[in-house]
């Protein structure tokens, strides 16, 4: 009688716990959205029109990603088949544009004013300083859209200067980046340890004349449990 009723309960509190998780799910939605007029005619034309839609539970919108619509690389023919990862597209490169409606809180519990930010692939140092404070090293950097003029590749001090200024201290704001090695053709949210929810897509990348497909998965709601 007492294991049936433990049993009872383990049930209901998993039920409550996937129904909880359920409620605070996140969605997201691809639609045409015409890109910010912040953005330099040079960025502009990097990017997809197609853009990702985030809401919250209530179905506020969280932010809108406008993701780059193809990247070159020259990762090899043996790279393109072990899969592509982030570090294959080179530090700095233009990843997308961002845009929040509302001030919004990143990875590192900053806060993020209502505005449109370029996002550029950073690699976190490893020092002392970013030791355990987040379970991945890749992320994009936001930086304010009308200073970041040139999509070119930029130095990595500069770029770091330079997304200060989306935080208004001395850190850059970030989006933590998941690993995604199997994107679906259509754009999912899902959930990561700690109260995290990713938004997953897929962008085409050119690597030695070949095509392939690199899987995309951004932080949207969750922070670092580090200082």
Request: glycine share 8%; charged share 20%; aromatic share 8%.
């Amino acid at each position: 009688m007492t294991s049936c009723r433990f049993a009872a309960v383990s049930v209901l509190t998993v039920s409550l716990v996937g129904y909880a998780v359920a409620q605070d799910k996140p969605t997201v939605k691809m639609e045409d959205v015409a890109l910010p007029d912040e953005l330099s005619a040079p960025v502009r034309a990097l990017l997809d029109t197609k853009a990702l839609k985030a809401f919250d539970a209530k179905g506020k919108l969280l932010c809108t990603i406008w993701p780059r619509k193809e990247f070159t690389t020259s990762a090899t023919a043996q790279q393109v088949q072990a899969g592509l990862t982030y570090r294959d597209l080179g530090e700095t490169v233009i990843v997308g544009a961002v845009q929040f409606p509302d001030a919004w809180n990143d990875y590192r519990k900053q806060k993020i004013k209502a505005g449109t930010y370029t996002l550029r692939l950073a690699i976190q140092p490893m020092d002392g300083d970013h030791q355990g404070t987040a379970p991945f090293n890749e992320f994009c950097l936001l930086s304010p859209a009308r200073r970041d003029e040139k999509p070119d590749p930029m130095d990595v001090k500069a770029l770091h200067q330079l997304s200060a200024g989306a935080s208004g201290g001395t850190h850059p704001g970030v989006m933590l980046l998941f690993p995604n090695p199997n994107p679906a053709g259509e754009p999912s949210v899902e959930s990561k340890p700690n109260d995290t929810w990713v938004i997953n897509f897929a962008r085409p990348v050119s690597a030695s004349g070949q095509k392939a497909t690199l899987g995309f998965a951004v932080v949207v709601v969750g922070h670092t449990l580090g200082d």
